[in-house]
């Protein structure tokens, strides 16, 4: 039998309760339906979903956000590399477990994500209006803990679904010629060293920092880029560069004995870029050495971009592809998972590129006929 219907007395009148079975065996029952009709309509539709794989248990539902949210700090957030696990880990803190932690799953509706995420984007009195991409990563916290219940069967979609996002706006990338490379340099007494890496080798401002004596191999001028270095609330995690994979990123000629001076009275494990005992930290973005070289060149030259050491990176891909550097060559001394997004990233840099191509064709064709 597929389930009963039984009526019952209460102080509003006559009510319907159905008593069935899950598909572990046990009893339930959904009491509350003001007619038979009612009372049969439901037990119709769980006697279907039933037999076509597609019950959701009302109880299980009722576990809450939080209930999950553990589940997902415990699994899919210890997982990743520690910059991304703090940042994560502060959005479901500050914003998603506020609003959505005492919540039954499965009343949740995807029209007031969409409600909150329009909130999240629009200023206070005692708050101001979040960033485009902090508001994706709140989304997509809330969807990792929301596809766990739906992993598990509790809920049929998750409410994340769907809910239209607003764009990513990507910061324009600044890039210096050798010039002014170079007087960015000698505008940091006692940095210059790191300055001109920056910018030749492109390295990450976590794998510079956690760049050991060891790592270096002066005879091939080869620098073994497998650790990167994060601060994570006042303490330096070490863990593996952004792609999970090391990489040989080439030292140039002009940078070995700069390089090997920074080595001498240090230990194969001690830090280049600073004592030695612990890894570089990052200027102060007001007031660190960083800032107060590229201020003293704009006050020498007007035209001179205001930078950040990111943008070295994006400087060392300028530079190396304007020197000739295949695509895959910039890949891979950058550390991208893929060719297609070193062309994705730097697709303005390769424009010269096609036109030069065109020319050279142009050119083969008149000499060819």
């Known amino acids: 039998m597929a389930g009963t219907i039984e009526p019952y007395p209460t102080a509003s009148g006559k009510r319907y309760r159905v008593r069935y079975r899950k598909p572990d065996g046990k009893q339930t029952d959904r009491r509350g339906f003001k007619t038979k009709r009612e009372a049969e309509t439901f037990l119709a539709e769980i006697t279907v979903s039933k037999a076509t794989g597609g019950y959701l248990d009302p109880t299980l539902g009722k576990k809450t956000v939080t209930m999950f949210g553990e589940q997902w700090k415990t699994g899919r957030l210890a ?14 803190r500050v914003h998603v477990q506020p609003k959505w932690g005492g919540r039954g799953v499965a009343s949740i509706r995807s029209s007031e994500v969409e409600d909150w995420v329009s909130a999240l984007l629009t200023k206070t ?15 997509f916290v809330l969807s990792s ?8 069967g509790i809920i049929r979609s998750s409410p994340t679904k769907g809910v239209p996002l607003p764009a990513k706006t990507s910061k324009p990338k600044r890039y210096l010629t050798h010039e002014q490379v170079e007087h960015l340099a000698a505008a940091a007494p006692g940095h210059e060293t790191l300055m001109l890496l920056l910018a030749y080798a492109g390295l ?3 794998e510079v920092s956690a760049l050991r004596v060891r790592h270096l191999d002066m005879l091939r001028r080869r620098m073994l880029i497998e650790e990167n270095a994060v601060l994570v ?16 990123v080439p030292i140039p000629l ?3 004995k700069p390089m090997a001076k920074l080595c001498e009275g240090k230990g194969r494990d001690g830090f280049v870029f600073s004592d030695g005992a612990s890894p570089m930290t990052y200027p102060h973005r007001t007031s660190g050495w960083f800032v107060k070289a590229v201020t003293a060149r704009q006050l020498a030259d007007a035209s001179f971009p205001p930078i950040t050491p990111h943008d070295l990176r994006h400087t060392a891909a300028s530079l190396a592809i304007s020197a000739g550097a295949n695509v895959k060559a910039v890949q891979r001394m950058l550390g991208h998972a893929s060719a297609a997004m070193t062309l994705d ?3 303005d840099l390769f424009d010269d590129d096609l036109e030069a191509v065109a020319v050279a064709m142009n050119k083969a064709r008149a000499a060819a006929i």
């Open 79 to 92: 997982r990743l590399k520690p910059s991304s696990r703090n940042t994560m880990e502060t959005a479901w």
């Open 125 to 139: 009195d005692d708050r101001k209006a979040l960033s485009a991409q902090t508001v994706r990563r709140c989304v």
């Open 145 to 152: 803990v929301m596809a766990i219940a739906e992993r598990d």
């Open 204 to 206: 990450r401002w976590g």
């Open 233 to 248: 609330k006042g303490v330096y995690e070490i863990g593996t560069p952004k792609q999970g994979e090391s990489r040989e």
């Open 254 to 256: 002009f940078l070995v």
């Open 345 to 347: 990233v730097y697709a």
